[in-house]
C-alpha cells in the first residue's frame, strides 16, 4: 500500500470512527477537549505505522486500543487517577481485595456501552452554557470529525475563528464541569430541543445557504443528516427525533433538481420531480410514519416533515394539496409562534385560496420588527404582487429582496424576476397605449 493510499485509508476511518473514539474516552477522563486529545494521538499513530503495516482489519478497533493505552498512560501519570480509583475501585477503601490494577481499572472504564457514549457526546456538544456558534463547530468537529478548515470553509468565516470558538468551547465545558451524561426527567426535552435545532441549522445552512456564491452546500447537508440518523438510532422513542429526520430526507431529495447546469437556483414550483430522490423520500416518510406511530400530537419538525411530504407525494405541482399545507402551517404557528412561520404560511394559503388572500397575510407581517432585514418577505409579496398584475409594485419589492439577500445565486434570481418585471410592464404598457389608438 502506498502512503498515499494508506493516508487515503486514514481520513475515511477517522470520519466514521472519530464521534466513537472520542465519546469513549470522555467518559473516562470526563474532558471532552482531552479526549480529543487522545484521539487525535491515536491518529497520528496511524499516520505513523499503517503506511508501513497496512491498514488493521478493525482499523476502529485498532484506533480504539491505541487511545486507550494512551488515557491509561495519562492516568498513571495523573493524580486524577488516584480520584479515579476511588470512584472505580472502592475495595480500595473498605479493604476487601487487593488494590486494582491501573491498566484493568482503564480498560475497563473504556469498555462501555458505545451509543450511550455517543448519545452523551452529543448533548455534551450542545450543552446550553455554549453559544449556538459554539455549539454547531464543537458538533461538526467531534460528531462529523470535520476539521476546522473545513467547518469555516461551509459557513464561510476565517479559519481562525473557527479554531478559537473549539478552543474557547472545550474550555467552557471544562471550567463549567458540565457532567458527561444525557440529561433525565424535564431537563432531556429542552436539551434534546437544542440538540435538533443544532442538527437543523447545520441542515439549512447547507440547503439554502445564507451567503458566498452557492445556493447549497451539499456536504453540510449530508452531515446534518448522518448526525439526525445517528440520533434517530440512539433516541428510537422521541418522536421529534424521527420528525427532524424525515424532514431533511424529503428536503435533500430535491436537492439534484434545486441548480441548473450553472448552478443556478431551480425553485420548488419549476424542478423537475423525476429528479427527486425516490429513496431519499421513502425513508423520510417512513421516519414521518415512526414519529406519528409514537403517539401524541405532532412537534414542529415533525408538522415540517408533514409539509414536505405533501410536496413529495404529489407527481405534478398541481396536484399539490396546498390546502393541507396551509392547515398544518396553520398548526405550527399555534405550537411555536414565529413570523417566518406565518409567511410560509401566508405563501400556501396564497397557493390554496388565491393570491389576494395571501397577500392579506403578508401585508399585516409588514411592521413585524424582526422581519426587517428578511429578503424573502418583499421577495414573497413581489411574488404574490406580480400574479396580481401590480407590476411596478412588485417590481420595486424585488428590488428590495435582492439588495438584502447575501447569497449571490439568490440575488441574482431575484434580479431577473426584476427584469421581466420591468419588461412585462413595458409590454403592458405599449399594449394600453395601442389600444387607446
Known amino acids: 500500500m502506498t502512503a498515499s493510499d494508506a493516508h487515503r485509508a486514514i481520513d475515511a476511518v477517522w470520519r466514521i470512527e472519530s464521534a466513537r473514539l472520542i465519546a469513549g474516552l470522555a467518559r473516562v477522563v470526563r474532558d471532552v477537549g482531552l479526549a480529543e486529545e487522545l484521539a487525535q494521538d491515536a491518529l497520528v499513530a496511524a499516520l505513523e505505522q499503517w503506511p508501513e503495516s497496512g491498514v488493521p482489519r478493525n482499523p476502529g478497533a485498532w484506533l480504539m486500543a491505541t487511545a486507550k493505552h494512551r488515557a491509561i498512560d495519562l492516568?498513571?501519570?495523573?493524580?486524577?487517577?488516584?480520584?479515579?480509583?476511588?470512584?472505580?475501585?472502592?475495595?480500595?477503601?473498605?479493604?476487601?481485595?487487593?488494590?486494582?490494577?491501573?491498566?484493568?481499572?482503564?480498560?475497563?472504564?473504556?469498555?462501555?456501552?458505545?451509543?450511550?457514549?455517543?448519545?452523551?457526546?452529543?448533548?455534551?456538544?450542545?450543552?446550553?452554557?455554549?453559544?449556538?456558534?459554539?455549539?454547531?463547530?464543537?458538533?461538526?468537529?467531534?460528531?462529523?470529525?470535520?476539521?476546522?478548515?473545513?467547518?469555516?470553509?461551509?459557513?464561510?468565516?476565517?479559519?481562525?475563528?473557527?479554531?478559537?470558538?473549539?478552543?474557547?468551547?472545550?474550555?467552557?465545558?471544562?471550567?463549567?464541569?458540565?457532567?458527561?451524561?444525557?440529561?433525565?426527567?424535564?431537563?432531556?426535552?429542552?436539551?434534546?430541543?437544542?440538540?435538533?435545532?443544532?442538527?437543523?441549522?447545520?441542515?439549512?445552512e447547507g440547503y439554502a445557504a445564507t451567503a458566498g456564491d452557492d445556493w447549497m452546500r451539499p456536504a453540510l447537508c449530508e452531515e446534518a443528516l448522518r448526525l439526525g440518523r445517528i440520533l434517530a438510532e440512539l433516541a428510537p422513542k422521541e418522536p421529534e427525533v424521527h420528525?427532524?429526520?424525515?424532514?431533511?430526507?424529503?428536503?435533500?431529495?430535491?436537492?439534484?433538481?434545486?441548480?441548473?447546469?450553472?448552478?443556478?437556483?431551480?425553485?420548488?414550483?419549476?424542478?423537475?420531480?423525476?429528479?427527486?430522490?425516490?429513496?431519499?423520500i421513502r425513508r423520510g416518510l417512513a421516519a414521518l410514519e415512526r414519529a406519528e406511530a409514537l403517539g401524541g400530537a405532532l412537534g414542529p419538525y415533525a408538522l415540517q416533515a408533514a409539509i414536505a411530504a405533501c410536496h413529495a407525494r404529489a407527481r405534478t405541482p398541481e396536484e399539490t394539496d396546498w390546502v393541507r399545507i396551509a392547515v398544518l402551517y396553520g398548526a405550527l404557528v399555534q405550537l411555536t409562534p414565529s413570523p417566518v412561520v406565518e409567511l410560509n404560511r401566508a405563501v400556501a394559503v396564497?397557493?390554496?385560496?388565491?393570491?389576494?388572500?395571501?397577500?392579506?397575510?403578508?401585508?399585516?407581517?409588514?411592521?413585524?420588527?424582526?422581519?426587517?432585514?428578511?429578503?424573502?418577505?418583499?421577495?414573497?409579496?413581489?411574488?404574490?404582487?406580480?400574479?396580481?398584475?401590480?407590476?411596478?409594485?412588485?417590481?420595486?419589492?424585488?428590488?428590495?429582496?435582492?439588495?438584502?439577500?447575501?447569497?449571490?445565486?439568490?440575488?441574482?434570481?431575484?434580479?431577473?424576476?426584476?427584469?421581466?418585471?420591468?419588461?412585462?410592464?413595458?409590454a403592458a404598457g405599449s399594449a394600453a397605449a395601442d389600444a387607446a389608438r
Not at 462529523?144 to 478559537?164: K, N, S
Not at 437556483?265 to 419549476?270: E, G, K
Open 75 to 204: 492516568l498513571r501519570r495523573q493524580e486524577r487517577f488516584q480520584r479515579k480509583l476511588t470512584e472505580l475501585g472502592h475495595e480500595l477503601e473498605t479493604g476487601q481485595g487487593a488494590a486494582p490494577d491501573p491498566s484493568a481499572v482503564a480498560e475497563s472504564a473504556l469498555d462501555g456501552d458505545i451509543e450511550d457514549d455517543l448519545l452523551r457526546l452529543v448533548f455534551t456538544a450542545c450543552h446550553p452554557v455554549l453559544s449556538t456558534e459554539a455549539q454547531v463547530a464543537l458538533t461538526l468537529r467531534l460528531l462529523g470529525g470535520l476539521t476546522t478548515g473545513e467547518i469555516a470553509r461551509a459557513f464561510l468565516v476565517p479559519e481562525p475563528t473557527v479554531a478559537q470558538r473549539i478552543v474557547r468551547a472545550k474550555r467552557t465545558l471544562a471550567e463549567a464541569h458540565v457532567p458527561f451524561e444525557v440529561p433525565r426527567g424535564p431537563e432531556l426535552a429542552a436539551r434534546l430541543s437544542s440538540v435538533l435545532g443544532v442538527v437543523y441549522l447545520v441542515f439549512n
Open 350 to 426: 396564497a397557493m390554496a385560496f388565491g393570491p389576494a388572500a395571501g397577500l392579506e397575510l403578508v401585508d399585516a407581517l409588514a411592521g413585524e420588527p424582526s422581519l426587517t432585514g428578511y429578503h424573502l418577505l418583499p421577495s414573497v409579496r413581489g411574488d404574490l404582487l406580480v400574479k396580481l398584475g401590480r407590476l411596478d409594485e412588485a417590481r420595486a419589492e424585488l428590488e428590495r429582496a435582492a439588495s438584502l439577500t447575501r447569497n449571490g445565486r439568490e440575488r441574482a434570481l431575484l434580479l431577473e424576476r426584476v427584469a421581466a418585471c420591468r419588461q412585462a410592464s413595458a
Open 243 to 280: 420528525g427532524l429526520v424525515g424532514l431533511m430526507e424529503i428536503q435533500a431529495s430535491r436537492s439534484r433538481a434545486r441548480t441548473g447546469p450553472s448552478g443556478e437556483p431551480i425553485l420548488l414550483l419549476d424542478q423537475e420531480r423525476s429528479r427527486w430522490d425516490q429513496l431519499l
